[in-house]
């Protein structure tokens, strides 16, 4: 049974850091293209970064040179280290697996298959 659960979220400044975790069971992360996304009330779930079983990495425009996608294999862990934290980046953060091992559909939600259930990230001042 696979399972995905994130945590490390919470209630941050603007400009202030946060570190997400993805920990996993029943699957083998390194094997996956693992994707973060988030979702704000109204709005589709958009990608934000993910990464392939090579480790190639691909981000959202509206994280690119704030937020970082990796993977520890040792740990079937993969973290979202976000950086600049802006009020914009208010949402639920989710992970999830897409069979796609090289990253097709990188950062589209239904090329995924499991999700996990959420961690919730917001940044207030």
Known sequence: ??????SGGGL??????????????GVTLRDYTIGWFRQTPGIEREGVSCINSVGGTADADSVKGRFTISRDNGKNTVYLQMNSLEFEDTAVYYCATNPNRYGGGCLIPT?????????QVTVSS
């Open 12 to 25: 941050v400044q603007p400009g202030g850091s946060l570190r997400l975790s993805c920990a996993a069971s």
């Open 111 to 119: 090329a995924y298959d499991y999700w996990g259930q959420g961690t």
């Open 1 to 6: 049974q696979v399972q995905l659960v994130e």
